[in-house]
């Protein structure tokens, strides 16, 4: 087997644009209508090393580390089915840490089995093509595949159909990210939305150009999270979030995912670190121009 030398990966987060829950499938899942954006900050890090003996030695460390089970998790998952797939199982240590917040709607877990996904795919003696390596992605996770891309996409199904998209209102934006303390269980949301009376999403249909792709260029096309009505009468310091970014001059606010994270994009640098420094009790992450370089 080939030795490789140590190496850190930096496996960022995503934010959802729009979110329209448009189904539910007779095995249970909900079927999506979403845009998620890749966002730099906050970040995992993975450091791998070559290991002895077989398999994966895994461990956690940083921000929520001591909840996570280090033999059943997304990363562990991913090492298997790589494995499953190719054959390829090297002996690898392999160090996360921490910095994304779970149960905030960001994806840390998914984004880590996929930089995995990706360092195994480059490193095996037959690469898998992108549709095979994005089918083993899908039975890790949902969100997983998306990760594989590290740019906008329109995200539909279950996660399994993704068609890369322009986000041309958001260039040149600033992104303020607020993490509260707050941890929302994806399984929960969805039953929140189950329960509720009335459950036909509230956004419009996402335009599409004639070659398929995606684009976002008036607010009334994005920037609505159909899980904000379910989720903000349980969690109301999240919908005040949202509504401090708006009136500290945000031209858009919006939750990310099942919550608990709120997104808020500003015209104005100076508007945005302003915004960014009056919230107390929450992680904050300002980014200029968030969307450049992906």
């Not at 089970?69 to 840490?97: I, M, R, W």
């Not at 500003?266 to 009790?281: G, V």
């Not at 929450?282 to 450049?292: E, S």
Request: aromatic share 8%.
């Amino acid at each position: 087997m080939n030795e490789f030398a140590p190496e850190s990966l930096r496996a960022g987060c995503k934010i959802n644009i729009s979110l329209r829950i448009v189904g539910k499938r007779a095995d249970g899942y909900h079927e999506l209508d979403s845009v998620f954006c890749p966002v730099r900050c906050p970040a995992d890090k993975l450091h791998l090393g070559m290991g002895q003996g077989q398999g994966l030695h895994l461990r956690f460390s940083g921000l929520g580390a001591k909840g996570i089970d280090c033999q059943h998790n997304t990363v562990s998952k991913a090492y298997a089915a790589f494995s499953a797939a190719t054959g390829y199982a090297p002996p690898l240590h392999l160090h996360v840490e921490k910095a994304i917040p779970s149960g905030a709607g960001l994806g840390g877990g998914s984004s880590d089995a996929a930089s995995l996904l990706l360092w195994l795919n480059k490193h095996a003696p037959q690469a898998l093509p992108p549709a095979a390596l994005a089918a083993v992605a899908l039975r890790i996770g949902a969100d997983v595949p998306f990760f594989l891309y590290n740019r906008p996409c329109r995200v539909r199904g279950i996660g399994e159909q993704l068609l890369p998209c322009t986000v041309e209102a958001l260039y040149g934006k600033s992104l303020v990210l607020l993490c509260p303390p707050v941890h929302v269980a994806t399984a929960l949301a969805y039953q929140a939305w189950d329960a509720l009376p009335q459950k036909k999403s509230c956004a419009k249909n996402l335009t599409t150009s004639q070659n398929g792709a995606k684009h976002t260029n008036s607010c009334g096309d994005y920037l609505v999270n159909d899980f904000e009505r379910a989720i903000f009468p349980q969690y109301p310091q999240l919908a005040a979030l949202k509504q401090s970014l708006l009136q500290q001059g945000a031209y858009a606010a919006v939750m990310s995912g099942s919550g608990s994270s709120i997104a808020g994009f500003f015209a104005s640098q100076a508007k945005a670190e302003a915004a960014a420094q009056s919230f107390a009790d929450v992680n904050v992450f300002l980014q200029h121009d968030f969307l450049v370089g992906v």
